[in-house]
């Protein structure tokens, strides 16, 4: 497999298959790939004739320095990941913070009409600024025909479904369904940094929110997210970050249920120094 550190070999590789008519998908990771980004990738295989694959741990979207340090790094192990599935159709770039930020490593601001002040955007910092930033330059640099993201990441799959639209880029967004282990927790990298303890009860979120969404059929959004606080206040190892009952377009929390809205709840939990997010559709 083709591993490409550099934007320079990787725009005339791309240039070259464009020119014979290849389509071209984009799978942005940062790394430590599990299952969930496997899915991502075969749909994108399967969708076009050659996927790149990034692999870039971007620091312009951490707003803890700690969490950047301890992110997990592990090339080798990804590009084995990936051989399984493909040995001839996956291209991976893995930059340098250099050749992507040369020197400047910033942000760029963006507006995304308000999705990017809620629920992740409170509570991280400059992190959609940082995301926008690194995906609006990674489609510059591979100019890929479809782009795929996690609905994990829910908010950010909504952000760059906004950022396409506002800067005209012509890439379509392909959201894909969110990946759980058989325990019904979402697969995350950080899924591997959960100390045993904690990765027995994690699940425990998943489980909360299956509850809240048949809850949600009966009860209103307030009972709803007080019935979550109370789950999570009585429990010994996992600490609430928000639980928030929002629609589904604007992100916004909803104060009463409309009909022929759609809902998703978010959550974002504490276990140990770790962050786990997870989120539902709840009609
Ligand atoms: O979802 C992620 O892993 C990252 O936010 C992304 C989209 C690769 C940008 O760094």
């Known amino acids: 497999m083709e591993i490409y550190l550099e934007k320079q070999q990787i725009t005339s590789v791309i240039d070259a298959l464009k020119s014979k008519n290849r389509t071209i998908g984009i799978v942005p990771t940062m790394g430590a790939l599990h299952e969930g980004h496997l899915q991502l990738v075969k749909k994108a295989l399967a969708d076009n004739d050659k996927v790149v694959v990034s692999i ?3 620091p312009t979207q951490f707003d803890n320095d ?4 301890k992110y997990p790094r592990t090339l080798d192990r990804d590009v084995a990941l990936l051989e399984t599935v493909s040995k001839t159709d996956i291209l991976v770039y893995s930059p340098s913070v250099d050749d992507i930020y040369g020197g400047n490593t910033v942000s760029q601001e963006f507006d995304f009409d308000g999705l990017e002040f809620e629920m992740e955007g409170k509570f991280r910092h400059g992190h959609f600024d940082g995301v926008g930033t690194i995906v609006k330059r990674f489609f510059d640099i591979v100019k890929p025909h479809n782009g795929y993201f996690g609905e994990k990441d829910f908010q950010q799959l909504a952000i760059i479904k906004k950022l396409v639209e506002k800067y005209e880029i012509p890439v379509k967004i392909i959201g894909c369904k969110i990946h759980r282990e058989a325990n019904g927790l979402a697969m995350s ?5 959960l100390k ?17 969404k048949e809850k949600f059929g009966t009860k209103s959004a307030t009972k709803v997210m007080e019935w979550v606080e109370k789950q999570f206040a009585k429990h010994d190892l996992l600490e609430l ?3 928030i009952i929002a629609d589904a377009k604007t992100l916004k929390p909803i104060k009463r249920k409309l009909n022929k809205k759609a809902y998703r709840a978010f959550i974002a939990v504490y276990a140990d120094d770790i962050r786990l997010i997870d989120n539902i559709a709840l009609n």
């Open 56 to 58: 870039f741990v971007n």
């Open 66 to 69: 700690e969490d950047l340090v």
């Open 189 to 193: 990298s950080r899924n591997t940094r």
């Open 196 to 212: 045993p303890e904690y990765k027995a009860v994690a699940p425990f979120i998943y489980k909360t929110l299956i509850t809240a």
């Open 241 to 243: 970050e928000y639980f």
